[in-house]
């Protein structure tokens, strides 16, 4: 099996891609508040339950089509909300609210170095719950201004999340290890004919074709039934290396 190589998958993908870039352009213009900038996040955020949902519906989120899609869809989305969090007002900075934030989130768990999509998905997903409860549990949750202050900072928090993902995408080195570990959370997530999840990798190798396109397969053997499947995803910015 081939990333991409599906064409209903590379319809659907390219439908939905389309999709948000549509819902991400008016948030463009930038925002005067943080609130608005919040508001306008969340919506493009909640993308992911439709294409979730499609993608259930067409295919599986647990089958090898299903997940490279997926992928690819959380990908987009995470390039749409860098999109809005760069319209949120300017903010010279809090250094009380940063810290008391920092205290807040100190439970929440780091992401790896190389996250996949959906890492850092839910990595903001948590940071919302814990802003939600940061403000219910403050002394005065009514006070506007304190829940102001305190909105700027949330937003630097994340924008850097999701900024540090952007970029490591745009980067050759960074986005070949991305790549990388984006392989091996497919195996992690795929599910097996026998409904196992628990397929493992055998061997890996990069492969050069005729056209000089580059492959990195993977073989892969079910740990439950025996069942073995060859993997093969496209490396289409493996040249950059020479250059990074």
Known sequence: MRAGANPDVRRMVEREKENIQRITEPFRKGFKTSRECIGALLAVLSLRQRYFALVGEHFSVFDFDGITAMDQL?????????????????????????????????????????????????????????????IQ?????????????????????????VDAFATARKTPITRHFGDMAREYSVVSRLHCRCGQPKYEVKMQS????KS?????????????????????????????????
């Open 206 to 209: 990069l492969i050069t074709e």
């Open 74 to 134: 959380d990908e987009a989305v995470l390039l749409g909300a860098q999109e809005v969090l760069k319209g949120r007002p300017e903010y010279a900075g809090d250094e009380e609210a940063e810290k008391e934030l920092a205290e807040a989130f100190a439970n929440i768990p780091p992401i790896p170095q190389h996250p996949v999509g959906y890492m850092v998905l839910f990595q903001v997903r948590r940071i919302f719950e814990g802003f939600d409860v940061f």
């Open 137 to 161: 549990e403050g002394d005065s949750p009514e006070d506007e201004k304190r829940v102001e202050r305190h909105e700027h900072a949330f937003l630097k928090r994340v924008a850097l999340l």
């Open 212 to 244: 000089g396109e580059h492959l990195d397969r993977l073989d892969v053997k079910c740990g439950a039934c025996g069942d073995t499947q060859a993997l093969e995803f496209p490396l289409p910015f493996f040249n950059d290396l020479s250059i990074a």
